[in-house]
């Protein structure tokens, strides 16, 4: 048997997770393999009906041949529906591919989900999970199968009772382009970020700045450009080095009575830099000195590639 194709399901949103699947897609192609992304409005959760699900997944589709033409006819950036079809039709990797049905060869195809995809709903017969987060079905034996390929994209959060042996592939993608300060004049004021943190108990009723979490990139961007400090009340994400790199005095929020240790893995600590884990001068210092390292180390294209013969060898092993 030759595998043939790669599916890569991804949910269509704005957040790094998207990104990195994208990117993994992009890498792919880049080496001859046909890789393709399958988009889904939502990820299908442990209550999510065959019905509901694929409804979801026809209107959103149909939605790609609607958003186009409403961006013609709607110009105006201020106009709420023109900013969610750029929302929509945003696309921050290009050369990947969208498989637009879920009509393939079981046999010779690989579907890869992410984390929160609950259960085989394309029914692939070869499947990757990959933990781009903690594994959101720790105790759930129905949420995946025992025969499925498991990937963490770091230590930290893989889950040994699934991937013992400790696979991990990390997958990285930067636009310099894009993500880039560009202010090197006066700042003020904070901006937020809130995303996986929104279910956090010390989250503030109220913020004293924008929080970004749902603007488009370039947007984001903007802000990172305007304010002096930028808060994140999510723990793992590539937005707080984003904020540094753009200018910003970038401080993770900890929960009360924690460390950055008990969120970074020891080879993660060796490599921190240009963010502070915690409003303290001690912290604040740290992020400033180590913000040139972090500039430097965005260039991902030697590590990518690393990390892709890895990813590639570990489909050879399992699926021969």
């Known amino acids: 048997m030759k595998i043939q194709r790669i599916i ?17 897609c992009r890498l792919l192609r880049d080496r001859g393999i046909d890789a393709r992304v399958f988009d889904i409005h939502s990820e299908p959760n442990k209550t999510t009906t065959t019905w509901r699900f694929w409804y979801s997944w026809i209107m959103h589709t149909l939605h790609f041949l609607v958003y186009p033409l409403l961006c013609k006819l709607i110009k105006n950036p201020k106009n709420k529906y023109y900013k969610i079809c750029r929302n929509f039709l945003y696309k921050p990797i290009e050369g990947i591919k969208l498989q637009w049905n879920p009509f393939f060869s079981r046999r010779d195809t690989i579907v890869l989900y992410p984390e929160r995809v609950y259960g085989n709903f394309l029914k692939a017969k070869h499947v990757v999970r990959w933990l781009l ?8 034996e129905n949420a995946y199968r025992k025969d499925d390929l498991v990937i963490a994209f770091r230590s930290i959060f893989n889950d040994k009772k699934i991937n013992p042996k ?12 894009l993500y880039r300060q560009y202010n090197f004049g006066k700042r003020s004021g904070n901006c937020y970020i809130v995303r996986k943190g929104i279910d956090r108990n010390d989250l503030p009723q109220q913020f004293d700045g924008p929080v970004i979490d749902d603007l488009l990139e370039e947007d984001k961007v903007r802000i990172f450009n305007e304010c002096a400090y930028c808060y994140s009340y999510d723990l793992q994400t590539f937005y707080s080095a984003i904020a540094s790199i753009c200018g910003c005095i970038s401080v993770v929020v900890l929960e009360p009575d924690k460390h950055k240790e008990d969120y970074l893995s020891p080879e993660d600590l060796e490599n921190l830099n240009g963010i502070a884990y915690g409003n303290t001068p001690e912290e604040i210092t740290f992020a400033l000195k180590t913000r040139d390292k972090l500039l430097k180390s965005v260039d991902f294209r030697t590590r990518n590639s690393y990390e892709l013969d890895i990813f590639l060898q570990l489909l050879h092993e399992k699926f021969n």
């Open 8 to 24: 890569i399901v991804r949910p269509h949103c704005v957040c790094g997770g998207t990104l990195v699947l994208a990117a993994l």
């Open 133 to 140: 987060y903690y594994n959101p079905y720790p105790n759930d």
């Open 166 to 177: 400790g696979y991990t592939v990390q997958i990285s993608w930067f636009n310099s382009q």
